[in-house]
């Protein structure tokens, strides 16, 4: 059976806060399990952003698209800015509970958002497709708060 964009996309968020949950005891596991943890760690955000990018064309029209991919990478910055300036003196372990519940949200998110997905399916896809020029313009939030000085 099919599972879907969004389900795949949780589903490999909480993996990644599973395994995240996995490397807490960091101290007392041994290189090489520390290491396959961390594999699969990296293995459930690699999958989840993928999911993101494969996502995004059908939860987004068109003229958001891009803004909406941006905002999320924007945040996802700032995320990182954030956990850089953790102070050097103080253990890792609270960062990573962090991480955990920033992975387990996000997956628990998207699994949610699954139901709805699942009933509009492809909806701003086939609106995308069926537009003319003059309606996907006009339906742009730029264009409607005159902030495009040019049309073309």
């Not at 395994?19 to 807490?24: D, E, P, R, T, V």
């Not at 890792?92 to 962090?98: R, T």
């Amino acid at each position: 059976k099919f599972v879907g964009t969004w389900k795949a996309q949780g589903w490999f968020f909480i993996l990644a806060a599973v395994a995240q949950l996995g490397i807490l005891p960091m101290d007392a596991l041994p290189i090489q399990v520390l290491g396959a943890i961390d594999f699969i760690l990296r293995m459930g955000c690699m999958g989840a952003t993928s999911a993101t990018y494969v996502a995004t064309p059908i939860a987004y029209p068109t003229h958001i698209r891009g803004t909406a991919n941006g905002f999320c990478y924007a945040i996802g910055r700032l995320g990182a800015i954030g956990a850089s300036l953790w102070p050097a003196n103080f253990p890792l372990q609270p960062q990573i509970v962090v991480y955990f519940f920033a992975n387990a949200i996000a997956g628990i998110s998207s699994l949610v958002y699954a139901r709805t997905a699942e009933k509009e399916g492809f909806q701003e896809v086939k609106n995308d497709l069926t537009a003319s020029n003059l309606e996907r313009r006009q339906s742009s939030i730029i264009r409607s708060k005159g902030l495009a000085s040019v049309g073309a």
